[in-house]
């Protein structure tokens, strides 16, 4: 069964920029639906940003739009630069995967792989 891992977190200023990364483990989730959501201290898991198994289309939360950028390259891995970064965009970042594509792809719960997670702080 394959894995999915997270790095890039960190701590920025306010207006400053991270670009994460999900690394997979095995060269099945090239073919999957990918998304990243995030979980700030006392809140539900929310949804930030999806793009499809070809990196065809892309979709973000109202709050990331015109910020953040998701990507995926050849091989295994998939990205999230995130720009002019607010305090409250601290949380745990999250990267997920799916086989099927779904309609409710803001939905934490239609995916079946997730990373383990790695914290965004930024200080204002």
């Known amino acids: 069964q394959g894995q999915l891992v997270e790095s890039g977190g960190g701590l920025v200023q306010a207006g400053g920029s991270l670009r994460l990364s999900c690394a997979a483990s095995?060269?099945?989730?090239?073919?999957?639906?990918m998304g990243w959501f995030r979980q700030a201290p006392g809140k539900e898991r929310e949804f930030v940003a999806a793009i499809t198994w070809n990196g065809g289309r892309t979709n973000y939360a109202d709050s990331v739009k015109g910020r953040f950028t998701i990507s995926r390259d050849d091989s295994r891995t998939m990205y999230l630069r995130m720009n002019s970064l607010k305090p409250e965009d601290t949380a745990v970042y999250y990267c997920?995967?799916?086989?099927?594509?779904?309609?409710?792809?803001?939905?934490?719960?239609?995916?079946?792989?997730w990373g383990q997670g790695t914290q965004v702080t930024v200080s204002s």
């Open positions: 997920a995967a799916t086989a099927l594509t779904p309609a409710n792809y803001r939905d934490y719960n239609v995916y079946n792989y």
């Open positions: 095995v060269r099945t989730f090239g073919t999957y639906f």
